[in-house]
């Protein structure tokens, strides 16, 4: 007399027949997949291509959690590098207009000679606003600025350029006074 429970052909990759009844518990008792692997001494993999042939899920909302958690902890951490470049940016834009000692070695005697300046030299000045370029890039890479900051910064620049454009058009329709353009 054949059975009248047929169960569907172990498929590969999934523990013993045997075993599909203390899996059943595990997962009836709350346990994860881990836990449960642990606990019956086989790899994660084959308990979850188990629990799928058996038809039984795990809750993933401790996982979802903390995976939610983890990605908050590397946002905020992000964010704090973003705000030490920006202060980054801030010092080497001061600095361009504070007095600036420039020195050097050089010579056969290899002598220093060192000058102290009001305000920073050509050279300096590009070098502390490459700086700042730089540093300020990495922080809006780490933490973009809101876009309707962006929009607000973009209208107002092209409303300058406008009454700039507009000075300038007016200047230019002005008679210079000596008869001739």
Not at 150 to 167: P, Q, R, V, W, Y
């Amino acid at each position: 007399m054949a059975d009248d429970k047929q169960e569907a052909p172990k498929p590969r990759g999934t523990m013993a027949r045997d075993r599909w009844d203390q899996l059943r518990e595990l997962h009836a008792e709350g346990k994860g997949r881990n836990v449960i692997a642990r606990e019956m001494g086989i790899a994660t993999g084959c308990v979850s291509r188990t629990a799928e042939h058996l038809g039984l899920t795990f809750d993933r909302t401790a996982i979802q959690a903390a995976t939610a958690a983890r990605l908050a902890d590397l946002a905020e951490r992000r964010s704090v590098i973003a705000v030490k470049f920006t202060d980054v940016a801030e010092d080497s834009l001061d600095r361009v207009y504070e007095p600036t000692t420039v020195y050097a070695f050089g010579g056969s005697q290899n002598t220093y000679a060192e000058h102290t300046f009001d305000e920073a030299p050509a050279a300096e000045r590009r070098a502390l606003v490459s700086a700042a370029g730089v540093a300020t890039d990495k922080s809006l890479k780490l933490a973009p600025a809101e876009a309707g900051a962006n929009i607000e910064a973009g209208k107002s620049m092209l409303g300058d350029i406008m009454t700039f454009l507009t000075a300038q058009k007016t200047d230019d329709d002005t008679p210079s006074g000596d008869g001739g353009e």
